[in-house]
C-alpha cells in the first residue's frame, strides 16, 4: 500500500535557498511537469521530501536522481499517494495537456484518426502513468478525433487494442495496394464510400481488408465471381479507376 506524503511537513528554506535548489532539482522539474506548472503544488510535495523524518522512513524504498539528493518522480508515484495529492480530473485535463489531448486547455481535434493514434500510443507506452490511466482516440461529434485519457480499466483496454490492430492493419493494407499500383487516392476514396455508408473510420481497415481478401480469393479460384459482396466492388472499382478499361465498362454502365 502506497504511503501517505501527508504525514511530512514541508520543510521550509530561506527563499534564496529555496529558489536555488528548486532551479537545479530534477525533482522539482518532474513535478512541475506533472502539476501542469502549479508551482505551490510543486513545492509542497517537493519540500515534504527533504523532512528528514520522510527520508529515514522512505530512503530504502525510493530511488534518488544519480548524482543528485533528489528522489525520482517515478518512485515516488509508486510508492507513496502522490496519485491522489491532486483531482483525478485535474490529473486527467494536465495529462491531455503534455500528451496531445489539449493545447492550453482546449480539446485537439485531428482530421485523421492515424495522426491521434501514435500519440495516443506514446502515452500508453509511459512508464509513470500507463499503469493507472489509458488513452484512447476517439470519434468526435464534428467528425474529426481527439485524444482523451480515462482511469484504466480491463474494458478501456480492449477498445485501445482494436484501435491499434486496425490501425496496424491500415498500414499493411496501404502497403499491399501500393504495391500492386494502387495509389493513396484510390484508397481514400473508397473509405469515404464507406463512411458515407455508415462505417466507423475505426473500423474501416476492417472493412477493406475484409474486401482485399475477398478480391484475393476470386483472383486466385478459391470462390467464384458471384459470391464477390458489393463493398468488395466498391474496392475493386476504386482500386482500378485508373485503367482504361475500367474508364470504358464504367462508361458503358453509366451510358456516359
Not at 32 to 55: C, E, P, Q
Not at 94 to 107: S, W
Not at 229 to 244: G, N, Q, R, W
Request: aromatic share 10%; charged share 25%; with cysteine.
Amino acid at each position: 500500500m502506497a504511503k501517505s506524503l501527508k504525514g511530512y511537513c514541508a520543510v521550509e528554506p530561506n527563499t534564496k535557498i529555496s529558489e536555488e535548489v528548486e532551479a537545479g532539482s530534477p525533482l522539482f522539474r518532474e513535478l512541475m511537469d506533472h502539476f501542469y506548472s502549479n508551482r505551490g503544488l510543486a513545492k509542497d510535495v517537493f519540500w515534504r521530501t527533504y523532512n528528514s523524518d520522510f527520508i529515514n522512513d522512505f530512503s530504502s524504498i525510493l530511488d534518488r536522481h544519480e548524482g543528485y539528493s533528489d528522489f525520482t518522480f517515478k518512485s515516488l508515484w509508486k510508492h507513496t499517494d502522490l496519485i491522489h495529492w491532486t483531482p483525478a480530473k485535474n490529473i486527467i485535463t494536465n495529462l491531455e495537456n503534455r500528451f496531445g489531448g489539449r493545447r492550453n486547455g482546449e480539446a485537439i481535434a485531428y482530421k485523421k484518426y492515424e495522426d491521434a493514434v501514435p500519440k495516443m500510443n506514446a502515452f500508453n507506452e509511459h512508464p509513470l502513468y500507463s499503469d493507472v490511466y489509458i488513452a484512447k482516440v476517439e470519434l468526435r461529434t464534428d467528425l474529426k478525433y481527439g485524444l482523451v485519457i480515462y482511469p484504466k480499466t480491463k474494458r478501456l483496454a480492449q477498445e485501445v487494442s482494436k484501435i491499434n490492430y486496425n490501425y496496424t492493419l491500415n498500414q499493411k493494407l496501404r502497403d499491399f495496394w501500393a504495391s500492386k499500383g494502387v495509389g493513396i487516392g484510390a484508397l481514400t476514396e473508397y473509405e469515404k464510400q464507406l463512411g458515407i455508408n455508415g462505417v466507423a473510420d475505426l473500423d474501416l481497415a476492417q472493412a477493406v481488408g475484409n474486401g482485399t481478401l475477398e478480391i484475393i480469393r476470386i483472383a486466385e479460384g478459391e470462390v467464384g465471381e458471384t459470391v464477390l459482396p458489393e463493398e468488395s466492388v466498391h474496392l475493386m472499382v476504386a482500386a482500378t479507376k485508373h485503367l482504361p478499361l475500367t474508364q470504358r465498362l464504367l462508361k458503358t454502365r453509366t451510358g456516359l
